[in-house]
């Protein structure tokens, strides 16, 4: 049988990790793209015996010329791509008046142009063949947002926005799409979220694993997705902490944003203020 394509983007850490060594297991093609060349180097040489395969394609995916390349060199290549994994994400913690602007536009070009660049370039050869998933990942922030994580959340909230409208436009030609609302994990998002000011080796550890105490391992939330690969459902709760978090932030927004401004306030405020 035909192995299936797929592409999972931000693949040399965390989530997208995680998906990728999974798909791979699960026999499918698996193009992997991220910035650090030897992570997903690493990556290969760690599914070598699965039934599938890694290939790799490292990048810049802020950069339009690249992700036209991308595309186009997985669509020539294997003549179709059966899976989008649109997982690439970065957010900055801080007050939106100290973010610096080249962050402030970095979350955005990645966060949001970079994943709606990607589906757009995918889903003419995904239409032509009547079937295709288009996966993105965007967060619990896009129902609850946090503080000092405006922009982030921004970004959050257009994946999730973005994917809905999507899903409408794309009923009836084969295509469909999900969108994934994963609470906090412990992977090296948060240690790019943010730095404990002067803080550097063990503390800064320390500092990121106190924020991420009671959060779930990134792989748990893969297995879910993958689990979920051709799920026809919009909506991609993928572990307990999410389904909870889902509800009761949506049924619940006065408790949500009554905890937002106090508890949720401070504990970035002592983050910020390097008082963890
Ligand atoms: N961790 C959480 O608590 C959490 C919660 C909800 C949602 N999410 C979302 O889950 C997704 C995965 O995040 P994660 O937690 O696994 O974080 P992560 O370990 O930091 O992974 C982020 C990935 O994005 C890639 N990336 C960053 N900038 C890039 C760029 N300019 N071009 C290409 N690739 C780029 C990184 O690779 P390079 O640095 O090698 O480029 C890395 O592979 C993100 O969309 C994030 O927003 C995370």
Redesign the pocket.
């Known amino acids: 049988m035909e192995k299936k394509v797929s592409l999972v983007?931000?693949?040399?850490?965390?989530?997208?990790k995680d998906i990728a060594t999974l798909l791979s297991k699960k026999g499918l093609i698996v193009y992997i793209?991220?910035?650090?060349k030897e992570?997903l180097e690493k990556l290969k040489k760690e599914c070598t015996k699965d039934k599938g395969e890694i290939k790799i394609i490292p990048g810049?995916?802020?950069n339009e010329t690249f992700r036209i390349n991308l595309i186009s060199e997985i669509l020539k290549k294997e003549g179709k791509i059966d899976y989008l994994i649109n997982?690439?994400?970065?957010?900055k913690l801080g007050a939106l008046d100290k973010i610096d602007f080249k962050d402030l536009k970095g979350m955005i070009d990645?966060?949001v142009i970079a994943l709606q660049h990607l589906c757009a370039l995918t889903l003419p050869s995904m239409k032509k063949q009547k079937s295709g998933k288009i996966i993105n990942?965007s967060?619990?922030a896009a129902i609850q947002p946090p503080p000092y994580f405006a922009t982030y959340n921004s970004a959050k909230y257009a994946v999730h926005g973005f994917t809905r409208s999507l899903s409408y436009e794309l009923k009836g030609t084969g295509v469909s799409t999900s969108t994934v609302f994963?609470?906090?994990?412990k992977?090296?998002?948060?240690a790019?979220a943010f730095k404990c000011k002067s803080l550097t080796g063990e503390e800064q550890k320390t500092c990121v694993q106190k924020w991420t105490a009671g959060?779930s391992q990134?792989m748990p939330v893969a297995k879910h997705i993958v689990k979920k690969l051709d799920s026809k459902k919009l909506i991609i709760l993928p572990n307990t902490l999410s389904i909870i978090a889902y509800y009761f932030f949506r049924h619940f927004r006065f408790i949500g944003n009554y905890f937002m401004k106090t508890k949720a306030k401070k504990d970035a405020e002592k983050v910020l203020e390097n008082q963890v």
Request: hydrophobic fraction near 35%.
């Open positions: 983007t931000g693949a040399s850490s965390g989530l997208g793209t991220a910035r650090r992570e810049d995916l802020t997982n690439a994400g970065y957010g990645l966060d990942i967060s619990i994963p609470a906090r994990m992977t090296p998002f948060w790019i959060s990134s």
